[in-house]
Structures are given as structure tokens and as C-alpha cells.
């Protein structure tokens, strides 16, 4: 089917399904322009907590969709191709972090959003790059288990001062930036800033103006001074950035920073979701009760 009318369907069936697109800021740009609403992991799931709709399509990767499932378990979550997966999030099983509790006992944990529902469900709150630090300070323990990224965590531990017992878990995707991509940009861009998401390694952010989730980066642009401004993260956000500030310019500090399991999502797939409705992403009962609780207070922290 031609690209308009895969988008003239897409949009007939959502309003016959009543249904809604949620998009993460690293999906494909055609994804995003047919997106009801486009946002950080935070967002989608407070979106898909109180959005009306039967339907949620959810463009991102699963632990996403699975977020929005346990907060919405009402709603059907389809998922355009449930071969999108979060690398970093796979990096931890639910095992792993019961032995990591067996080896820390008393200890708090607090996990990224990027983690399966099995690891959420032995978790005591979550977290999202825009409030690991809030979520972190929250509690008011001095030691506390934090997984699975160790370069967030790095960056929480400085930010808060507190002893993270941390897994050696990573985005592969943030972690080929590198200090000489930053260096060879700021060398094209003398006058640009540099934005960093906290995925990435501690040696860039050290060296960067601001460490941001992808929503804050959204957020802090038109406010921003900078006229130029050099991107630390996955290469998708800048679709949104370039469209929402035609005034400003951004540079990839390193345009090899695709993360493959966004794009796994296109116009055919959403179609082919919605008119079959499926792929549809189930949580087990007990794991979604379970998980419930950390996610909710996760959502509480902006
Ligand atoms: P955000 O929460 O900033 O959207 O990041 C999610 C993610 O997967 C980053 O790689
Ligand atoms: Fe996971 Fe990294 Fe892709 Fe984000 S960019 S979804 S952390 S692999």
C-alpha cells in the first residue's frame, strides 16, 4: 500500500477501534507524525495510564509496552512487532535481582524503567532517566540497589551522594558515543552545547552542558539560549527537536547511534496492529500485581 493511504487507514481504523498511537521520541520519523502522542518512557506511561482509548498501539520497545500495560491492564496494548526489545533491559533477569537481594538483605532497590515486568516485580520503585534522581533522594536509605544501568547509576551516586549497588548492565546504543565524537563535534561547532542523556558513559558526562531524558530535551530546547546544540543520545529525538525549533541547530555527537529495536516499527506494522489487533502484550497477573506498586510511585515523581 502507498505511504498516504497506509495513513488514511491507520487513521479510519483508530477512530473505529477508538484506539490511540503512543510514540517513544527514537521511533522512526513517520511513526512519530502519525502519533496521537510522542514522549519519554515517564510520559508514555502516564499517557497510557489516563488517555480514553480501547486501543493503545504502542511504538517503542516492550518494556515499554508492558509499563503500559501493567498501568492500564483494562486497555488491549498492541505492539506493532514484539521483537522490539531493550538490549539494556534484557541485561537482568528476575533471578538475578533476587540474588542481588539475597547478597545486599535490607537493601532498597530502585530499577530503571527499562526492565522487564519480572525484574519490576521484585523492585520497591521505579525510576526514568527524567527522576532517578527525585526517586533516589526519595527514600531515605544510604545504601540502596539500583539496576540495571551502571552509567545512570554512576550518575545518580555522584548527583546524590548515596552508595548504588549497581549491575553491570548498559545501553549499547549510548555507549558507542564516545569522548572523541564529542570532541570532533565541538571542533565543527566551537559555539554549540552539548546535551547528554545519562545512558551515556560517566567520561562524556562529564564533559557535556546537560544531562537530560529525552522528554527534557524536548522540553528544555525552545527555552534554551544555545543556537546550536550537539545531542548526546539515540539519533530519533532529533525529528522532534529540528521540527519544534526550526531556529536552532542539532548535530548527532555521533550519527551511528541508532537504536535498531525502535526502528522496528513502521506505518505497515501499526496498520497490519490495528486491523488484527495483535500483537498484544500480556503481563501474568501476579507479575503485573507485583509490579504495579513501584511503577505507580515512579509515576508520582516528575
Ligand atoms: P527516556 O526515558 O529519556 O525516554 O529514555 C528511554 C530510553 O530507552 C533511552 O535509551
Ligand atoms: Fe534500550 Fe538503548 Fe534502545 Fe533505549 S536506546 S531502548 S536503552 S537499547
Given at each position: 500500500?502507498?505511504?498516504?493511504?497506509?495513513?488514511?487507514?491507520?487513521?479510519?481504523?483508530?477512530?473505529?477501534?477508538?484506539?490511540?498511537?503512543l510514540?517513544?521520541n527514537y521511533?522512526?520519523?513517520?511513526?512519530?507524525?502519525?502519533?496521537?502522542?510522542?514522549?519519554?518512557?515517564?510520559?508514555?506511561?502516564?499517557?497510557?495510564?489516563e488517555?480514553?482509548?480501547?486501543?493503545?498501539?504502542?511504538?517503542?520497545?516492550?518494556?515499554?509496552?508492558?509499563t503500559?500495560?501493567?498501568?492500564?491492564p483494562q486497555?488491549?496494548?498492541?505492539?506493532?512487532?514484539?521483537?522490539?526489545?531493550?538490549?539494556m533491559?534484557?541485561?537482568?533477569?528476575?533471578?538475578?535481582l533476587?540474588?542481588?537481594?539475597e547478597?545486599?538483605?535490607?537493601?532498597?532497590?530502585?530499577?530503571?524503567?527499562?526492565?522487564t515486568?519480572?525484574v519490576?516485580a521484585?523492585?520497591?520503585v521505579?525510576?526514568?532517566?527524567?527522576?532517578?534522581?527525585?526517586?533516589?533522594?526519595?527514600?531515605p536509605?544510604?545504601?540502596?540497589?539500583?539496576?540495571?544501568?551502571r552509567?545512570?547509576?554512576?550518575?545518580?551516586?555522584?548527583?546524590t551522594?548515596?552508595?548504588?549497588?549497581?549491575?553491570?548492565?548498559?545501553?549499547?546504543?549510548?555507549?558507542?558515543?564516545?569522548?572523541?565524537?564529542i570532541?570532533?563535534q565541538?571542533?565543527?561547532?566551537?559555539?554549540?552545547e552539548?546535551?547528554?542523556?545519562?545512558e551515556?558513559?560517566?567520561?562524556?558526562?562529564?564533559?557535556?552542558?546537560?544531562?537530560?531524558?529525552?522528554?527534557q530535551?524536548?522540553?528544555?530546547?525552545?527555552k534554551?539560549?544555545?543556537?546550536?546544540?550537539?545531542?548526546?543520545?539515540?539519533?530519533?529525538?532529533?525529528?522532534?527537536?529540528?521540527?519544534?525549533?526550526?531556529?536552532?541547530?542539532?548535530?548527532?555527537?555521533?550519527?551511528?547511534?541508532?537504536c535498531?529495536?525502535?526502528?522496528?516499527?513502521?506505518l505497515?506494522?501499526?496498520?497490519?496492529?490495528?486491523?488484527?489487533?495483535?500483537?498484544?502484550?500480556?503481563?501474568?497477573r501476579?507479575?503485573?500485581?507485583?509490579?504495579?506498586?513501584?511503577?505507580n510511585?515512579?509515576?508520582?515523581?516528575v
Open positions: 500500500m502507498k505511504k498516504e493511504k497506509l495513513i488514511e487507514e491507520i487513521k479510519e481504523l483508530k477512530k473505529e477501534k477508538k484506539a490511540v498511537i510514540a517513544h521511533q522512526p520519523d513517520e511513526v512519530q507524525e502519525i502519533a496521537d502522542f510522542v514522549g519519554d518512557s515517564l510520559e508514555l506511561s502516564r499517557k497510557a495510564a488517555v480514553e482509548a480501547d486501543i493503545i498501539v504502542f511504538c517503542g520497545v516492550h518494556f515499554m509496552a508492558e503500559a500495560k501493567i498501568l492500564a486497555k488491549k496494548v498492541l505492539m506493532p512487532d514484539l521483537r522490539a526489545r531493550c538490549p533491559a534484557d541485561m537482568l533477569t528476575g533471578k538475578d533476587r540474588w542481588m537481594k547478597q545486599n538483605p535490607g537493601r532498597k532497590v530502585v530499577a530503571y524503567v527499562n526492565t515486568a519480572e519490576k521484585e523492585t520497591d521505579c525510576c526514568t532517566s527524567a527522576n532517578a534522581v527525585k526517586v533516589v533522594n526519595s527514600l536509605d544510604e545504601e540502596i540497589i539500583f539496576v540495571p544501568d552509567n545512570l547509576a554512576d550518575y545518580v551516586a555522584k548527583k551522594g548515596k552508595k548504588l549497588i549497581v549491575w553491570d548492565g548498559c545501553c549499547p546504543i549510548h555507549e558507542k558515543i564516545r569522548v572523541k565524537d570532541e570532533e565541538k571542533r565543527l561547532h566551537p559555539e554549540a552539548v546535551w547528554a542523556h545519562p551515556c558513559r560517566p567520561e562524556i558526562l562529564e564533559k557535556v552542558d546537560r544531562i537530560l531524558s529525552t522528554g530535551m524536548i522540553k528544555e530546547a525552545p534554551s539560549l544555545a543556537r546550536e546544540i550537539i545531542v548526546a543520545t539515540e539519533v530519533g529525538i532529533l525529528h522532534r527537536l529540528r521540527k519544534e525549533n526550526p531556529d536552532k541547530k542539532f548535530y548527532p555527537a555521533q550519527e551511528k547511534a541508532v535498531r529495536n525502535m526502528k522496528k516499527t513502521n505497515e506494522k501499526i496498520y497490519q496492529a490495528l486491523l488484527k489487533e495483535k500483537p498484544e502484550v500480556m503481563v501474568e501476579e507479575v503485573a500485581e507485583r509490579a504495579k506498586e513501584a511503577i510511585q515512579m509515576v508520582r515523581y
